[in-house]
């Protein structure tokens, strides 16, 4: 079945340091979206790409797409104590099972004041 | 208040007994979802429904049913036969009528089974 591989696992940065997780499936993607979740919490939508090749922005985040549609990072510049949580990639292989996503294990980012 | 509403947000049960998680939302989305949490896993999907009356196993369906028999509700019930049940359980939905569509969660149920 479709795997989604992220790394790192953990990271652990200082206020002001950049952070970038990364996202890999085992098979070509009809989109990939990103999650937060804040410790305690539950996962919260954060965007999604549809095009091979996209790039999208939200404020000090910059989402990619890869060419092949099979893989994605997800880029904070200057971290904030408000960063803190994990963010997860989740695949949706489309066709007849659109909508049903494949989750990778996440990124969980501390950061440090 | 739109949303999607779990309870308890905790529940504790013995080792055997049957378990019945509540998932409910007002969105009137097509489409609900049940996953699994656990440290180090991200989400495993359990059990997911498109529509009224039907529903389909996910990844890690063994030990658990679902039912749908209401658009509004998708209760999940963690049966004796799931071998390691204590985790952290999301529901979520989506409107399950676009083809890049996105998934709204409720705030979970941590179970834990003693």
């Known amino acids: 079945g479709q795997q989604v591989m992220q790394i790192p696992q953990y990271q652990h940065v200082q206020e002001g340091e950049d952070f970038t997780t990364y996202c890999n499936s085992s098979?070509?993607?009809?989109?990939i979206q990103w999650y937060k979740q804040r410790p305690g919490g539950h996962p919260v939508f954060l965007i999604q790409?549809?095009?091979?090749?996209e790039v999208k922005k939200q404020k000090r985040l910059t989402f990619q797409f890869g060419e092949a549609k099979k893989n994605s990072s997800l880029h904070i510049t200057a971290t904030q104590t408000t960063d803190v949580g994990t963010y997860f990639c989740?695949?949706?292989?489309?066709?007849?099972?659109?909508?049903?996503?494949?989750f990778g294990q996440g990124t969980i980012l501390t950061v440090h004041p | 208040d739109g949303g999607i509403t779990q309870s308890p947000k905790y529940l504790f049960r013995k080792e055997g007994q049957n378990v019945t998680l509540s998932c409910e939302q007002n969105?009137?989305?097509?489409?609900m979802y049940w996953y699994r949490q656990d440290p180090g896993q991200g989400l495993r999907l359990i059990y997911y429904?498109?529509?009224?009356?039907?529903?389909q196993k996910g990844d890690i369906a063994e030990g658990y049913s679902v039912s749908r028999e209401k658009k509004e509700s998708f209760p999940l019930t963690v049966t004796s036969a799931q071998k390691n049940p204590t985790a952290f359980y999301l529901c979520?939905?989506?409107?399950?009528?676009?083809?890049?569509?996105?998934?709204?969660f409720g705030p979970g149920t941590r179970l834990t089974v003693l």
């Open positions: 979520a939905s989506s409107t399950g009528r676009l083809r890049s569509d996105t998934q709204y």
């Open positions: 989740a695949g949706d292989a489309g066709g007849t099972s659109y909508g049903k996503l494949t």
């Open positions: 969105l009137n989305h097509d489409a």
């Open positions: 429904s498109q529509i009224v009356n039907d529903f």
């Open positions: 790409l549809v095009k091979s090749g």
């Open positions: 098979t070509t993607l009809s989109n």
